[in-house]
């Protein structure tokens, strides 16, 4: 590939955003650029003691119809998609007086921020922008002799080329802004297409088009011979995508994947109710705790197994305070994130160079409305966000004998915590806390003997006569296809159980429960998680 410069003479400038606006288009005029503009940015360029042409005299057409009819016009993509070397096109151009166009800055109606700040429909509808996608693919395509710019971020590399050559830009540039460009159409188009869906219901559109901005590029993926990068979507939900990272390294791809499933878990607890600790390893939480303060739901969250919780990833529900940081900083925990953080708590975690301190500002709603999407090979599973919270559910007694007050706590704290653990998923709790997690297990007994073991293990490294899952409540993310399973957690202990319930062999466990004394709830909703 070569060079290939093209100089620039005339550029075209429409932004919404005007950052570094008057800055660009100065450098512009002093490489003897003609600035041709629209709108606000014309007034602006022109408040700025510059030089600049209205569109409206290169198209000899005022701006109409609410300014949604100004650039789509010959002048305008004739002089964007004319190919210079072209005989046929240069002839046309002279015969219909179109003036090249070399250089094109747009960026879009801000139609993202406008549902963002929750606006009416006709509003977000008279932010979609038009003629701004149509320039911008008109000059992406025609990369070989025009630059397009669609965000601020490129001003300094295109002035860069233009001062390195002689006022010209290079064909690999031009190839790298169209490649953004087309990009960044798509993203535009994908956010309101989705949001077009939302309102009107539709759960299975023909077409499903996602996007995203890059926050980072990573060091790598999931293993270092796999690329990766993090990409921030138009759903502006708490979390680590919107949290501000105050010290420590830059978070890898496991990092972020572990903190979302931190923060999302820790969300189903109201820090107005409770404080609450969430500590996750490989994506399952390995302990989790409701107490009296940060610090002792910490400790009690760690007590179920402080042995997965080393090197793991940290959420609180409240803001973080001096006791609390202390006490984590007495093992290595890659981060923690949590709404906010006391100026004391920062100056603690400051101590530990590596450890990554997020702060989202807030906590996901767990009954937002939403939707996930992994890929398979050749496609999309799309599906809505798991909502359903145990705060809006019934708990059905299905048993000769109900649980108890302090049972009934402690099935609702195990059943908020199955939610977001791989399956197949056993969680022993005991008050309000997890004392054994068994996830992603191929059978459901074999989640309820690993978590039994790993409650014995956390035992004797506690120096406990027994195991707390004695008297501890179990919960199941789905039901219990045999009594096994549930015998199995009959035998660690367990005297209560909830589980969604459905199965063919429902009477079969509900018998078996009776025959134990043990109290069992339904709730008919299950937290399938893969």
Known sequence: MTDHPRRVTRALLSVSDKTGLIEFAKALAAHDVELV??????????????????????????????????????????????IRDNKEHAEAMKTHGIAPIDLLVVNLYPFEATVDKGAGFEDCIENIDIGGPAMIRAAAKNHDDVAVVVEADDYKAVLDELAANKGATTLKLRRRLAAKAYARTAAYDAAISNWFNRQLEIDAPDFRAFGGKLIQSLRYGENPHQTAAFY????KRPGVSTARQLQGKELSYNNINDTDAAYECIGEFDAKRTAACVIVKHANPCGVAEGTSLVDAYRKALACDSTSAFGGIIAMNRALDADTAREITKIFTEVIIAPDASEEAIAIIGGKKNLRLLLAGSLPDPRAPGLTAKTVAGGLLVQSRDNAVVDDMTFKVMTKRAPTDAEMRDLKFAF??????????????????????????????????????????????????????NGSVVASDAFFPFADGMLACIEAGATAVVQPGGSMRDDEVIKAADEHGIAMVFTGTRHFRH
């Open 37 to 82: 503009s629209t709108g606000g940015t014309a007034k602006a360029i022109a408040a700025a003691g510059l030089k600049v042409k209205d569109v409206s005299d290169l198209t000899g057409f005022p701006e109409m119809m609410d300014g949604r009819v100004k650039t789509l016009h010959p002048k305008v993509h004739g002089g964007l998609l004319a």
């Open 232 to 235: 921030a979507t138009p759903d």
């Open 416 to 469: 908020r915590v199955a939610k977001h653990v791989k399956s197949n998923t056993i969680i022993y709790a005991k008050d309000l806390a997890t004392v054994g997690i068994g996830a992603g297990q191929m059978s459901r007994v074999d989640s309820a003997r690993i978590a039994a073991r790993k409650a014995q293990d956390a035992a004797n490294e506690l120096k406990l006569a027994e195991p707390l899952t």
